[in-house]
């Protein structure tokens, strides 16, 4: 998929990091909660094919890696929870139900899909594992932003495996880059997608359990 390659391309070519993840001070604002769409991934499923990669990007300091329970394919991600929105990117409890019902019709009639996690990649902020689908995932984003009202994010769908802890736009060090590069053809498995999750991330845990507000379901075969 060339949005892969392009991202990949930007990341040596730049050769940057920041602090990326929901602990970076500046990010969270002081909130103390946020709300995202999610596609859940069972990470122990894959482990075997996950654990290379892991190992390679281990030894640097400024790397996080998630956990197996916080591994999951952000979708949308909805705003800080309040009781009354005012501040910038809060969202109001009330907006989250109105989310949730439009979520519900958005998707209702979909069949769950197949995609394909393969190939280690990087942003500035987080390492990844790309999401090949044929563009489904992204159709799934479409369609809950047209019902929702919600802004469409142009990033390509992906699994973070890590968080990159650094100050911004500090070097990216070749070591990183070769490791990174190593696994760039690296297939990790399937995943079928058969529901979206909204959930609710506590931000003052480094890697907490993500709260699970309300699951949606897509159609099965036989449904």
């Not at 949005?3 to 990010?27: A, I, N, Q």
């Not at 999610?38 to 890696?65: G, K």
């Not at 996690?117 to 809950?144: T, Y």
């Not at 490791?179 to 399937?190: D, K, L, Q, S």
């Amino acid at each position: 998929m060339r949005v892969y390659d392009e991202v990949w391309e930007r990341f040596v070519r730049e050769r940057r990091l920041e602090f990326g993840g929901h602990t970076d001070p500046g990010w969270g604002g002081g909130h103390t909660l946020s709300a995202s769409l999610i596609v859940p991934v069972e990470a122990s499923r894959y482990r075997e094919r996950l654990e290379p990669l892991r190992d390679a990007l281990h030894p640097f300091p400024f790397v996080s890696l998630h956990p197996d329970h916080f591994m999951h394919i952000t979708l949308l991600l909805l705003g800080f929870p309040v009781e009354e929105a005012g501040g910038e990117n809060e969202v109001s409890r009330e907006r989250l139900r109105r989310i949730e019902a439009g979520a519900r019709q958005a998707l209702s009639g979909l069949r769950a899909f197949t995609v394909r996690l393969a190939n280690l990649n990087a942003f500035p902020g987080a390492a990844f594992v790309e999401v090949h689908d044929g563009g489904m995932l992204d159709g799934l984003r479409a369609a809950l932003c047209e019902r929702c009202g919600l802004k469409k994010p142009s990033g390509p769908p992906h699994l973070t495996l890590a968080y990159f802890h650094a100050p911004d736009n500090a070097p990216a060090p070749e070591a990183l880059i070769s490791a990174v590069a190593r696994y760039r053809h690296w297939p990790v498995g399937e995943l079928a997608v058969e529901a979206v999750e909204m959930t609710f991330l506590d931000l003052s845990l480094d890697y907490p359990e993500p709260e699970i507000v309300a699951t949606i379901p897509l159609e099965k075969p036989g449904d």
